[in-house]
């Protein structure tokens, strides 16, 4: 019979001296002010796009092996999501994107998408909780060099 309690007690995550770690809570996520310290922190020079309360959107140079790749960050609305995005100009309503679709698959979780302005864009999106400096440099790294190595898909 103490056995059983045990294992009910260990199936309800209750027992002596077991504790669980704690959820992490939503001050874990960064705002738009603690985006723009962490990326600036980071030693990126950064070019305010929108400075709209809400809306807050920031700019950094970057450049690959044969491209210069500004990299748009920004929050989701919710704020439960940073978004890392780069503009490709226009859409040519001419083009087919068969080969960007096919691409979005090769450089996934960074995906192609097409703005209700008709822009072209490369974006990835990073879960807003506990991120850090180095999972900043991971996705822009990322995001440049998949922009790099499919510019013969995109660019006209």
Do not use: C
């Not at 990126?44 to 990299?71: D, H, Q, R, W």
């Amino acid at each position: 019979m103490r056995i059983f309690q045990y294992v009910v007690a260990v199936a309800a995550g209750v027992s002596v001296g077991m504790t669980l770690a704690p959820a992490k809570q939503d001050g874990d996520k960064l705002t738009a002010a603690t985006l723009k310290n962490m990326l600036s922190g980071m030693g990126y020079e950064l070019k305010t796009l929108n400075a709209e309360e809400g809306k807050e959107k920031y700019e950094i140079p970057l450049k690959s092996a044969n491209l210069n790749i500004p990299v748009a960050a920004e929050l989701s609305p919710s704020g439960n999501y940073i978004w890392f995005t780069v503009n490709l100009g226009m859409n040519s309503s001419t083009k087919k994107h068969e080969e960007l679709l096919k691409e979005n698959f090769n450089i996934q979780p960074t995906f192609f998408y097409i703005t209700a302005k008709g822009n072209l864009m490369a974006a990835e999106a990073v879960d807003n909780r506990a991120v850090s400096a180095s999972v900043f440099k991971r996705v822009l790294d990322k995001i440049v060099l998949d922009v790099d190595k499919t510019s013969k898909v995109w660019q006209d």
